[in-house]
């Protein structure tokens, strides 16, 4: 399994312990529903087309093949990065200079990743797809750093 796909599985462990139900119509989610529900989901969605599996059968690609599949790629990619946007807007930015930043680091590894998708490079979607992950472990290291604690090395 990919490296991105296990972060990725345990941060949805992690994170749906703490999601809550019912915002109010009209208001921005908070932080912590937008992560566990809005990002996580698209960034998933979006790894898997550069995922593989392996078992006793041999080793898969889920690379994109149709270019039906090669646009649903791309979209997942430009979601991620209005996503990347939304996190600039005041209610999330927390006032600290760096927020921004690693937020427009995302977005331009999303942009790259949507790049990668419309020429249907798979080396380049693979690339960005590690992109995309560096800059969310970059931004959680400095403003959630607990979500990015390594697991022990054996079930304890
Ligand atoms: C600009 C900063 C920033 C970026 C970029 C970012 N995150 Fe987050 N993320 C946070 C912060 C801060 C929290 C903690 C929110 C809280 O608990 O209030 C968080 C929390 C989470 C959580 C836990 C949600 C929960 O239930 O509490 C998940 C899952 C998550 N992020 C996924 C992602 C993924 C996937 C990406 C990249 C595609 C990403 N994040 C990019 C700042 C960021």
């Known amino acids: 399994?990919?490296?991105?796909?296990?972060i990725?599985?345990?941060?949805?462990?992690?994170?749906t312990s703490m999601l809550r139900a019912g915002e109010p119509a009209g208001a921005p989610l908070p932080l912590s529903e937008l992560m566990g529900h809005v990002m996580q989901r698209?960034?998933?969605?979006?790894?898997?087309?550069?995922?593989?599996?392996?078992?006793a059968a041999g080793t898969r690609s889920a690379e994109p093949r149709t270019?039906?599949?090669?646009?649903d790629a791309e979209s997942?990619?430009?979601?991620?990065?209005?996503?990347a946007l939304v996190l600039k807007a005041?209610?999330?930015?927390?006032?600290?200079?760096?927020?921004?930043?690693?937020?427009?680091d995302l977005e331009a590894a999303a942009s790259a990743a949507a790049d990668a998708?419309?020429?249907?490079?798979?080396?380049?979607?693979?690339?960005?797809g590690e992109a995309v992950n560096d800059r969310?472990?970059?931004?959680?290291?400095?403003?959630?750093?607990?979500?990015e604690t390594k697991p022990p090395p054996v079930p304890l």
């Open 76 to 83: 997942d990619a430009l979601t991620l990065r209005q996503l």
């Open 1 to 6: 399994m990919p490296r991105r796909i296990l």
């Open 42 to 55: 698209n960034a998933v969605q979006f790894w898997a087309w550069s995922a593989t599996e392996t078992d």
């Open 67 to 71: 270019a039906e599949q090669w646009e």
């Open 90 to 104: 005041p209610s999330y930015d927390p006032g600290d200079p760096r927020w921004a930043r690693l937020a427009s």
């Open 136 to 147: 969310c472990v970059a931004c959680h290291l400095v403003f959630a750093p607990q979500l």
């Open 117 to 128: 998708a419309e020429r249907k490079d798979v080396a380049a979607l693979i690339r960005t």
């Open 8 to 15: 990725a599985a345990a941060l949805l462990t992690f994170g």
